[in-house]
Each structure stands twice: as structure tokens, then as C-alpha cells.
T-cell receptor, first 115, second 114 residues
Framework: DTAVSQTPKYLVTQMGNDKSIKCEQN?????MYWYKQDSKKFLKIMFS???????INETVPNRFSPKSPDKAHLNLHINSLELGDSAVYFC??????????????FGNGTRLTVT | AQKVTQAQTEISVVEKEDVTLDCVYE???????LFWYKQPPSGELVFLIR??????QNEISGRYSWNFQKSTSSFNFTITASQVVDSAVYFC???????????FGTGTSLTVIP
């Protein structure tokens, strides 16, 4: 069974469209993340939720809106897509233990291409 | 300021050679954790190791070994007798005491030539 699954795997869309990426984890973790990996492979944190509460919100355009309906799901909605949004988006989860960070478990990524 | 620096952008080695990937970190916390992840060409990110700041013992797992030196703020990763399947981008990461935030280095792309 896939531990962290995100859909879709590939997403090709035109500028100006709105799209969503879904993420689900079955590991029982309480913390979920969205990372963006650009063409140079740099991994940048976007958001993190702990038990459905937003705990990390890096400098991300407000066109990006995460939603966590429960601690097993963290979706990412992107409005008015721009060319610069093209990247691979990774969902991840971990069990947050204060002072004892557990490893991140990553999904397989969603390759977003904006044309 | 960059908290995790992987100065080697790309490395190429011939199969069976040993290779060391460097990782230098920066933190003011006395308690912190360091990680290595592997990203093969298929794109997934695979956890390799976690080390806390109080454990400076080197770790060996098969052909992989890690050298943690607090004096130089380094957590280097050595692959012995490299194989083509080791070709990947390797990321070093730091998590500080709060545990919420993971700081990734820019990655080192390793190519093992048969």
C-alpha cells in the first residue's frame, strides 16, 4: 500500500487556469507538508499542517491555498496558474514529536507544467 | 542564510570507485537532526538516514557510510564501490529543535558511469 499518495502524477494546463493536487497519507502521521522542487532540483517548503492546523506558511503567492480536511489529507489548490508555477510538487508527512523530528515520507510528486 | 550547503553540484565517478558527498550545516541549536535523502531518476524521494546532534558515531549501512563531525558542522556521505544504481540526486537536510521545519541543501547529482 502506498504510504503517501498524491494525484495526479502529471498535470498539464494553460496559464490562468485553476488546478488542485490531492495528497493522502495512511501512515497515521499528524503533520503534512507541501514542497516545491524547481528545475534545478531545489526543494522549497511551502506549507505544513499539524493536525489540520497551518504551522508553516512560507512566502508563497496567495494563489496557492492548502486545505487539510483531516490529518490524513492535505490538498493544494492553485489559482490563476502562471508559467513560473511549473515544477514538481511533493507532498510529505511525518509524525511530529517536539524536539525529535521524524523523517519525512514523500509522495511520488506531481509534475505540473503550465503552458 | 543557507542552513545546509552541498557545495558539490554534480559528481561523476566510474563504477566501483568510492565517492563522498559533502554536507555542511549551520545552526545555533544544540539539539538538531540531520538527514540524507536520495532522489533517483524516477523522481521519488527516499529517506536514507537520520542522525541527532548528540550522536557523533559514524554509521555504516552496507556500502553507505556517514561521517558526522560537529567540530566542522559536517555530515558527509560516502558510497563505497559505487554502482550504476547509485546514480541519483542526494539531499542533505537539517531539522532544528522545533522539529517542524526541514531545511534542505541544494542537492548533489551523482552519476556513476559503468
Amino acid at each position: 500500500d502506498t504510504a503517501v499518495s498524491q494525484t495526479p502524477k502529471y498535470l498539464v494546463t494553460q496559464m490562468g487556469n485553476d488546478k488542485s493536487i490531492k495528497c493522502e497519507q495512511n501512515l497515521g502521521h499528524d503533520t503534512m507538508y507541501w514542497y516545491k522542487q524547481d528545475s534545478k532540483k531545489f526543494l522549497k517548503i511551502m506549507f505544513s499542517y499539524n493536525n489540520k492546523e497551518l504551522i508553516i506558511n512560507e512566502t508563497v503567492p496567495n494563489r496557492f491555498s492548502p486545505k487539510s480536511p483531516d490529518k490524513a489529507h492535505l490538498n493544494l489548490h492553485i489559482n490563476s496558474l502562471e508559467l513560473g508555477d511549473s515544477a514538481v510538487y511533493f507532498c510529505a508527512s511525518s509524525q511530529h514529536l517536539p524536539g525529535n523530528p521524524a523523517p519525512l515520507h514523500f509522495g511520488n510528486g506531481t509534475r505540473l507544467t503550465v503552458t | 542564510a543557507q542552513k545546509v550547503t552541498q557545495a558539490q553540484t554534480e559528481i561523476s565517478v566510474v563504477e566501483k570507485e568510492d565517492v563522498t558527498l559533502d554536507c555542511v550545516y549551520e545552526t545555533r541549536d544544540t539539539t538538531y537532526y540531520l538527514f540524507w535523502y536520495k532522489q533517483p531518476p524516477s523522481g521519488e524521494l527516499v529517506f536514507l538516514i537520520r542522525r541527532n546532534s548528540f550522536d557523533e558515531q559514524n554509521e555504516i549501512s552496507g556500502r553507505y557510510s556517514w561521517n558526522f563531525q560537529k567540530s566542522t558542522s559536517s555530515f558527509n556521505f560516502t558510497i563505497t564501490a559505487s554502482q550504476v544504481v547509485d546514480s541519483a540526486v542526494y539531499f542533505c537536510a537539517l531539522s532544528e529543535n522545533t522539529g517542524n521545519q526541514f531545511y534542505f541543501g541544494t542537492g548533489t547529482s551523482l552519476t556513476v558511469i559503468p
